[in-house]
């Protein structure tokens, strides 16, 4: 008997050293990702059931060894032309992935959990079950009609992101296109209809996501919006000139108004490297090409192997991001805003990924690089969601008030 009691301190005392994991006065906090993608066929090709293993950066097994407890999975739609066609591809588009989400949820119902509140998230989390939250990346797949932002709340969405790269119906964004004929930024923020969005989202009470919008969108949705805000997944631009980072004004202003800017952990945005840019687009480029297609379509082409080698080759010759490339963007908007207005964002399956925290699996690095840097256990619970979630029920009690 004695032997089995000390062997199982033994293993206790070395899961938690593996776990990396020593909190001193309270359970682990709760840990969401605000941002992760999912491809075209995602559950509906084998290769893409997230039940098994899988060449995703984020499935239940990673999610399950890594720590990671929620993830907000994103109903991305590439922008296209505003035009009846143009919605009506974007609706299909958006609905094909709700129905994926779904069929994740029907297939692993001891694993994954929907969550549509925060308390959902909780109580998912002392049930030992991971949850999936809904975001929408892109309003564009509303289809330019009101009632699609009550049908997606409906399936669950809990968070509106208003636009992604290429001016919208709702907004302009921060990375004009040319191909779709964008005029240059300029100080034209929300349109009319963008509007109307963030203030049935405030009536819903669903979260409104300024990431991809441009500044005067940020500012122009500060102004409308009765409920704070979040950016799901952005960086700092004082520490890096790039048009998708926010400034400090913008930090300081979303953390005014109560909300919470979720710090990405994505390459371009993290550190300027104009020799891996040019070599990640010529890969593009011979991908496309070799799959018979015009231009580089990260959903169809992401996972084909000439471009999972290619990018092996690029990352050899340029290395990513570390993680404390990416925690000095956390310390630099805590520093700006105070450690009630930051939160943690992979963007992992849309490009989002770093040494370190290269996949789910490696959550827990993000926690160790966090400590490292001197952030408390307080501290880290909060960026790690503790912020998120309060920001979520600020949202949902202000809607209930205006209902
Ligand atoms: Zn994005």
Redesign the pocket.
Known sequence: MKTRRLSSTALTLALTLWAGAAWAQQDPPITIDT?VDIPLAYMREARFDVGKDTPLRVDLGKMERGGLNAAFFVI?VEQGPLTAEGYAHAVAQAKQKYDDIDLMLKRYPQRIRLATTPDQVMANRKAGKLSAMIGI?NGYSLGHDLKNLDAAFARGARYI?LA?VGHNDLCTSSMPTADLGDPPLSDAGLSAFGRSVVERANQLGMMVDI??SSDACVRDVLQVSKAPIIAS?SAAHALINHPRNLPDDLLRAIAAKGGVVQAVAYKGFLKLDPGRELAEKALQAQVAKQAGDKTYDSEKHDFLPAYVEGMRRIDAAFPLPTLDDYVAHIRHMVDVTGIDHVGIAS?FD??GGIDGWQNASETRNVTAALRRHGFSDNDIAKLWGGNLLRVWRAVEQDADAHR
Request: without cysteine.
């Open positions: 941002h991305y990346e992101g992604h990431s991809h997944h963007d849309g490009g």
